[in-house]
């Protein structure tokens, strides 16, 4: 059983700074593709970036120059640098990971809120 554990969440001004990680673990093979997905109050959760095992990555269209998404080499943690932060990207951050052609594991989730 694949279990994703978030960290690095928290409280920050606008125009600040914050890094989320999210390590895997339980699985027998590299995982195929790792990401973040956040969730607004009386919103719907969206894709905020995910890479695949090939290095190749894609990024939510309001997030795009600000945020940026890494991993390491064996694809077992994935790294969110969220940089100019907004007040509308406050949220609860949600690791997501996979293997193609199956149902994606999720984290518990980590708050990320933005003071103005």
């Known amino acids: 059983q694949v279990q994703l554990v978030e960290s690095g969440g928290g409280l920050v001004q606008a125009g600040g700074s914050l890094r989320l990680s999210c390590a895997a673990s339980?699985?027998?093979?590299?995982?195929?593709?790792m990401g973040w997905y956040r969730q607004a109050p009386g919103k719907e959760r969206e894709l905020v970036a995910r890479?695949?095992?090939?290095?190749?990555?894609a990024y939510g269209d309001s997030v795009k120059g600000r945020f940026s998404i890494s991993r390491d080499k064996l694809m077992r943690t994935v790294y969110l640098q969220m940089n100019s932060l907004k007040p509308e990207d406050t949220a609860i951050y949600y690791c997501?990971?996979?293997?193609?052609?199956?149902?994606?594991?999720w984290g518990q989730g980590t708050q990320v809120t933005v003071s103005s």
């Open positions: 890479i695949h095992v090939s290095g190749n990555t």
């Open positions: 339980g699985m027998r093979r590299s995982l195929d593709v």
């Open positions: 997501n990971a996979g293997f193609a052609g199956t149902s994606p594991y």
